[in-house]
């Protein structure tokens, strides 16, 4: 009833006033604009510019971008950047494939079959921490000290977390979705194509970024263990010649390579879910 209701029937109470609640969510969806990735970038370049060019950062030490940049110069010019940059290159998307392919096959079996679960879950967990360098002189003693070597370290790295979010996206499937496809007469490999396989892509993909850095650190490892070109190699071989701008050189390759492996894991994945797409 409102005031002027209340007054008229001798009512004398007071109704309290009503205020607006404040909303108090919105530091958590509130979006950064797009220029604010690319502005930290060239203020920390700006800021390392003057720290290496007022000496406060010995040039010895720690290049500057400038230095870093002509030392880049220099090796795509000379050729060596490319040579090695190409040599890993394919080693990583020879292993990565591999890796993330068996992954993903392994884990399909492991989220479908009890019996393949019991057994080989546990022995994949228990190869899982072994460290993939100490494997090195194995796999040189099976396959030889080539590239073979190098891109089956690389896929066994990037094998287990694939295959490990794989088996979580299968078993974590909504069985609701499962009995609504049988209920509708799927067959088996309906079932797993239509259904499973599609309901485990978001756990399948974040395997995948997780390989996709850890493809990097075996990469460079591997490298400098036993190889004549690549970045890895790149990296030992000017840091041994105390050529700092040159190793840094490598490390921003390294870097970029990640970025793009990153953005086009992202890519793919807005393409295949456009549902989860922000």
Do not use: C
């Not at 969510?25 to 510019?49: K, S, T």
């Not at 870093?68 to 090695?84: C, E, M, P, R, T």
């Not at 650190?217 to 990296?235: F, N, P, R, S, W």
Request: glycine share 12%; hydrophobic share 55%; aromatic share 8%.
């Amino acid at each position: 009833m409102s005031v002027e209701g209340q007054r008229a029937f001798g009512r004398s109470e007071e109704v309290p006033e009503r205020h607006p609640v404040r909303y108090r969510m919105g530091f958590v969806e509130r979006r950064a604009p797009a220029w604010i990735a690319p502005a930290g970038v060239v203020a920390l370049l700006v800021l390392w510019q003057a720290l290496t060019g007022l000496g406060v950062i010995p040039e010895a030490d720690l290049p500057s971008p400038v230095s870093i940049f002509q030392a880049g110069v220099q090796l795509v010019q000379s050729g060596d950047l490319w040579v090695n940059t190409g040599a890993s290159l394919g080693r990583i998307a020879a292993g990565y494939a591999l890796g993330a392919g068996a992954g993903i096959l392994f884990g399909l079996w492991l989220g479908f079959s009890r019996i393949a679960e019991r057994v080989g879950l546990p022995v994949a967990g228990a190869l899982y921490p072994i460290p993939k360098l100490a494997i090195i002189p194995l796999l040189i003693l099976w396959v030889g000290a080539g590239e073979a070597s190098k891109v089956l370290v690389i896929a066994a790295e990037v094998m287990f977390p694939v295959l490990f979010n794989t088996y979580a996206g299968v078993r974590n499937t909504d069985p609701s979705l499962l009995r609504a496809a049988v209920s509708f007469g799927a067959s088996r490999w309906t079932l797993v194509w239509r259904v499973i396989l599609p309901a485990s892509l978001p756990t399948i993909f974040a395997g995948l970024r997780i390989g996709a850095g850890l493809s990097l650190l075996i990469l460079v490892a591997a490298e400098m263990i036993g190889a004549q070109h690549g970045i890895g190699a790149m990296i030992l071989q000017y840091s041994s010649l105390m050529l700092t701008a040159d190793v840094l050189v490598g490390v921003v390759v390294l870097s970029v390579l990640g970025l793009v492996i990153s953005r086009g894991l992202a890519w793919l994945e807005r393409r295949l879910l456009p549902w989860q797409a922000n």
